[in-house]
């Protein structure tokens, strides 16, 4: 079993090239198999989400080959179409073959999508909207079979869901006709996969708005892409300068993707500015609460920012209450972070938190991605050596926390360990 060991104290400075962001990547990979060209992608972050994405693109008979972070797909003939719960457990974006295959093979057969434990994770909107398309939807012994080939239409999604947006555009992209979604999601992951698509050849208007329109075409080209930077990663090194103090200059980030974080960083405290897509950030180490945070859509403050800001907050000035409207359970950190001794509690929703002094070194145990990083930004600011596992969570968004935070000064190192623990 690996663990983490984050010994406090130490103000960050220096300079990180931010990895290539996720929540982009996992997308574009299903929308690798749109096409039977090759397609490389650049960028590409060697994190354990994007190797379970592989496997079942190999499974369905893609090939993948990396060469450095370029990630070079061909999906020449696929063989199967039937994806069991082994795959998909693990990955929520597992879900996003749903419209992929059903867009080249007009038929699929999906176990349900895993992923990381934040609280209910329906997929109601994107069946819905399938199914408005004329796509014939059933559940058979626990798993979505998706029949037919999508009609041209128009969607009202309920909530600007942002797998569902994908799920569409994928499944939009080969089916003849204009399908318009309203309500769409805005995520810059959006726009990136839009981006992708139009490479492939698929006629895309609205990337970004709240109103998309999708012409889909009979075949789709290869192409290359270079994955944009990780607004989250880099949004979770700014908190760790806010928390801790000292000067980082974050390579790569595009401001705009930032907006949300960016102005509450700014208010807890920390001094920023952009200059030729780096984000510096400079900060005392003591934070200034920010009244009420209330995660959104993009562009309103990020869930996934969530627990890294609480955690941020733990040795600020006066009390900080955030408010996660988008996943309302996703306070699993509130409990490991009182064995530090930190203010923090959870009145249903809400999480409050008001900075302490001193935090103690503690055995912390990660249950989810961004909440596995917020454990990070704890033991940053704690005394002593905080003991972190569950460290497979982090490896799922995190090319290598370890490197990075090492570059600008802090003391943590990834240790294996005999124990062996269950996985929840
Ligand atoms: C969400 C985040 C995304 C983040 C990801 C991983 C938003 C809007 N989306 O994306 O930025 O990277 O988590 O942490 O912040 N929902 C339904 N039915 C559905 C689909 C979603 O009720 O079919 C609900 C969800 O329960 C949630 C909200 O809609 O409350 C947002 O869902 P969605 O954007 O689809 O979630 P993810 O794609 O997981």
Request: proline residues 4%; hydrophobic residues 40%; contains cysteine.
């Amino acid at each position: 079993m690996k663990i983490l060991k984050v010994t406090g104290g130490n103000a960050l400075s220096g300079g990180i090239d931010i990895q290539g962001s996720k929540n982009a990547v996992l997308p574009v990979l299903a929308a690798s198999l749109l096409t039977e060209e090759k397609v490389r992608i650049y960028h590409c972050p060697r994190i354990s989400d994007v190797a379970d994405m592989l496997s079942i693109m190999e499974y369905v008979g893609c090939k993948c080959a990396w060469h450095k972070d370029c990630l070079e797909l061909q999906a020449a003939c696929l063989n199967n179409d039937a994806i069991c719960g082994a795959l998909t457990r693990n990955l929520r974006a597992s879900i996003l073959f749903l419209g992929a295959l059903l867009a080249r093979k007009q038929e699929v057969r999906l176990a349900y999508p895993g992923g990381c434990k934040i609280g209910a994770r329906p997929i109601d909107i994107h069946l819905d909207a399938l199914a408005r398309l004329g796509v014939a939807l059933s559940d058979e012994n626990g798993e979505i079979c998706a029949k037919g080939k999508l009609h041209p239409g128009h969607v009202n999604l309920k909530f600007p869901s942002v797998g569902a947006t994908e799920n569409l555009l994928l499944a939009a992209a080969l089916s003849e006709g204009t399908v318009h979604i309203s309500d769409a999601a805005r995520e810059p992951e959006i726009v990136a996969l839009c981006e992708f698509l139009t490479l492939m050849g698929a006629e895309i208007t609205g990337a970004g708005s709240r109103e998309i329109e999708i012409h889909g075409k009979k075949r789709l080209h290869g192409t290359e892409y270079t994955i944009p930077a990780d607004r989250i990663v880099a949004g979770t090194y700014a908190l760790a300068a806010l928390a801790c103090g000292g000067n980082l200059q974050l390579h790569g980030p595009a401001a705009p993707d930032l907006a949300g974080q960016y102005p509450v960083i700014a208010k807890a405290g920390a001094h920023m500015f952009f200059r030729r897509n780096t984000w510096h950030v400079e900060a005392s180490g003591h934070p200034k609460s920010v009244g009420l945070i209330q995660t959104g859509p993009f562009p309103a403050f990020p869930t996934d920012m969530q627990s890294p800001m609480l955690a941020a907050m733990l040795r600020s000035e006066g009390c900080t209450s955030i408010a996660d409207t988008i996943y309302p359970e996703r306070f699993g950190i509130v409990g490991e972070l009182r064995k530090m001794g930190a203010d923090v509690s959870r009145d249903g929703t809400v999480a409050r938190i008001c900075g302490t002094k001193q935090l103690h070194a503690a055995a912390l145990c990660a249950g989810e991605l961004r909440g596995a990083a917020g454990l990070v930004i704890a033991g940053l600011q704690s005394e002593g050596e905080t003991v972190i596992s569950g460290v497979s969570y982090i490896e799922r968004g995190y090319e290598d926390i370890c490197r990075d935070l090492q570059q600008v000064g802090a003391d943590i190192r990834m240790e294996e360990t005999g124990a062996v623990l269950s996985k929840a």
